[in-house]
Antibody, heavy 125, light 107 residues
Framework: EVDLVESGGGLVQPGGSLRLSCAASGFTFSSYTMNWVRRAPGKGLEWVAYISSSSSTIYYADSVKGRFTISRDNAKNSVYLQMDSLRAEDSAVFYC??????????????????WGKGTTVTVSS | SYELTQPPSVSVSPGQTASITCSGDRLGDRYTCWYQQKPGQSPVLVIYRDSSRPSGIPERFSGSNSGNTATLTISGAQAMDEADYYCQAWDSSTYWVFGGGTKLTVL
């Protein structure tokens, strides 16, 4: 069974750091790109970061650029999100998601087909 | 930056058809997908590539995309379809873009 399990969330003070992990199982992890997505209380889904299968391509949302770092270890079937300089507005449930990119006649489509259950990050003093 | 706009809420009676829109500049030139998220649960992909359904998603879910608007249609809405729905597209500058979400109420 295909599964993603996030861990590492918790309570941290403003300015602090956390490292989230996402363990994948049931599929060939090294063949898939991955995303982190969050949902803050009372808000909608917000994309956070993307990493390609070989880590050669990485993107960040402007809201986290320079503070968050995405990485992966294909030998451990895991993707990570290092979060530094955390702010109150980073409080959210963080999800990792398996990501698909394909094309029809050179027109690409992008979607996230498998999601973990999420891990909660609370930034508060 | 690229933005997608959804109505905050949509209401439908059981058994009727619900339509949720997603607007963006020339959105029809891009492929769009849709996610369903119920309270306390993680998002579930219900439509990708504008109108394709993943396995396990009921046939009552369908999608279309043309001009500046993509639409998720739920034909014969059921109480179990009550959820937040998000559209998503990809932009070369903003990358993965979500709409603000639409709360679907079935009553």
């Amino acid at each position: 069974e295909v599964d993603l399990v996030e861990s590492g969330g918790g309570l941290v003070q403003p300015g602090g750091s956390l490292r989230l992990s996402c363990a994948a199982s049931g599929f060939t992890f090294s063949s898939y790109t991955m995303n982190w997505v969050r949902r803050a209380p009372g808000k909608g889904l917000e994309w956070v970061a993307y990493i390609s299968s070989s880590s050669s391509t990485i993107y960040y949302a402007d809201s986290v650029k320079g503070r968050f770092t995405i990485s992966r270890d294909n030998a451990k079937n895991s993707v990570y999100l290092q979060m530094d300089s955390l702010r109150a507005e980073d409080s959210a449930v963080f999800y990792c998601a398996r990501t698909r990119i394909a094309a029809d006649d050179n027109k690409y489509y992008y979607y996230m087909d498998v999601w973990g259950k999420g891990t909660t990050v609370t930034v508060s003093s | 930056s690229y933005e997608l706009t959804q109505p905050p809420s949509v209401s439908v009676s059981p058994g009727q058809t619900a339509s949720i829109t997603c607007s963006g500049d020339r959105l029809g030139d891009r492929y769009t997908c849709w996610y369903q998220q119920k309270p306390g649960q993680s998002p579930v992909l219900v439509i990708y590539r504008d109108s394709s359904r993943p396995s396990g998603i009921p046939e009552r879910f369908s999608g279309s995309n043309s001009g500046n608007t993509a639409t998720l249609t739920i034909s014969g809405a059921q109480a179990m379809d009550e959820a937040d729905y998000y559209c998503q597209a990809w932009d070369s500058s903003t990358y993965w873009v979500f709409g603000g979400g639409t709360k679907l109420t079935v009553l």
